[in-house]
């Protein structure tokens, strides 16, 4: 099983740029749909975006389209989730997931019961 560690988080003003990153472990980090969801203080983990093992299909939150961009290098066992523009409503704690399996079906990718194996989050702050 892949396990994740994320890193990148930081405070940062409004309209700045940031990349998260989220290493994974073990051999077979090609075979697994990357994800990255947030948690706001008091909100419920949301889904922002999501890739398919080898990379040729994504999929985001509205609120983040057009804005943030994942990707992943299969060579150095890494996704990344770059995010300019940033609001303060993007503060939150980033998590990175994985799962074994990728589903076409619509709103699969969002749910976070689909996903078995999450990082620790890390922390990023946008200041207005």
């Known amino acids: 099983q892949v396990q994740l560690v994320e890193s990148g988080g930081q405070l940062v003003q409004a309209g700045d740029s940031l990349r998260l990153s989220c290493a994974a472990s073990?051999?077979?980090?090609?075979?697994?749909?990357m994800a990255w969801f947030r948690q706001a203080p008091g909100k419920e983990r949301e889904f922002v975006a999501a890739?398919?093992?080898?990379?040729?299909?994504?999929t985001y939150a509205g609120s983040v389209k057009g804005r943030f961009s994942i990707s992943r290098d299969n060579g150095k066992n890494t996704a990344y989730l770059e995010m300019n523009s940033l609001k303060p409503e993007d503060t939150a704690v980033y998590y990175c997931?994985?799962?074994?399996?990728?589903?076409?079906?619509?709103?699969?990718?969002?749910?976070?019961?689909?996903?078995?194996?999450w990082g620790q989050g890390t922390q990023v702050t946008v200041s207005s």
């Open positions: 997931a994985a799962s074994g399996v990728w589903r076409s079906t619509a709103g699969w990718a969002g749910r976070s019961s689909n996903y078995d194996t």
């Open positions: 073990g051999r077979t980090f090609s075979s697994y749909t």
């Open positions: 890739i398919r093992g080898s990379g040729s299909l994504t």
